[in-house]
């Protein structure tokens, strides 16, 4: 799957460059952040702007990343989510759970 | 064939990288129901959705992620209703047997049939010949 990673600050920011995130590719996302957090970084900030659609397994692989920051002490949260995509975290409840901002920028300087 | 009526039956291997290919026929076909009362757009979005998650249900855990087997999809659409049959060829599970998430834990997986039984007016998982099948409709008056 295509993702561009940066790293600015103490952040690792992820751009899911998909316009899904599903059962075909999430595997990969969650194996990226897995691999971050093994490395010693804390702190992730996925972006999600280009992805159109979420299933389930896409949500999972956000949930195990969001499990892996916490037992590393560190944190993930989300950007930019497109609407139908934010009512999917509504549909399931996990807007309660991640914090999920309007922008890159303001995601940034909340950590 | 009544005149509204519109049958799509489609054969893939079970493999998720069709996912994305059947996930958009359901899509472009609910943009198109005009006699559709709601918002078409989510419709549509959720179509894709459903149509997501019972095929991953069936590649997946039905049929135990082997690629030489075969997802069968079939799609009916009535003046009415909307219907879609996902079948596979796996040993099958009871669908009222499936817990809803639970909202306090946190677990990776354990979405996908809530989110089609939420989605859906009307859903049911059983046994046909030589395997099983998803069945969920929508009513569309």
């Known amino acids: 799957m295509n993702l561009n990673i940066e790293q600015k600050n103490e952040i690792v920011l992820i751009y899911v460059k998909e316009e899904r995130l599903d059962a075909h590719n999430s595997g990969e996302l969650k194996l990226e952040m897995q691999k971050l957090f093994e490395g010693g970084k804390k702190n992730i900030l996925v972006d999600l702007k280009d992805v159109r659609f979420i299933d389930s397994s896409g949500l999972g692989a956000l949930v195990s990343g969001f499990k892996n920051a916490i037992s590393h002490q560190g944190n ?14 509504e549909l399931t409840r996990l807007h309660r759970v991640f914090e999920i901002f309007t922008s890159t920028s303001e995601a940034l300087e909340n950590y | 064939m ?3 009526e519109l049958e ?13 290919l059947i996930g958009r026929i359901g899509e472009d076909i609910a943009k198109e129901l005009v006699r559709y009362s709601g918002n078409r757009e989510t419709l549509a979005y959720h179509i894709n959705l459903v149509l997501t998650e019972a095929m991953v249900n069936a590649i997946k855990y039905a049929n135990a992620d082997d690629p030489d087997k075969m997802v069968h999809i079939f799609i009916n659409i009535t003046d009415d209703e909307l ?11 009871d669908i009222n047997s499936v817990p809803p998430p639970d909202f306090e834990k946190l677990e990776d997986r354990g979405r996908g049939i809530f989110i089609i039984k939420t989605l859906m ?21």
């Open chain 2, 2 to 4: 009544e005149k509204n």
């Open chain 2, 8 to 20: 799509i039956d489609i054969k893939v291997p079970n493999q998720t990288r069709y996912l994305s």
């Open chain 2, 121 to 141: 007016d009307c859903v049911s998982y059983r046994k046909v010949s030589d395997g099983n099948v998803l069945e969920m409709s929508k009513k569309l008056r």
């Open chain 2, 83 to 93: 219907l879609i049959k996902v079948f596979d060829n796996g040993q099958g599970f």
């Open chain 1, 76 to 89: 993930l949260k989300l950007s930019t989510l497109q609407p139908q995509v934010k009512s999917m975290f």
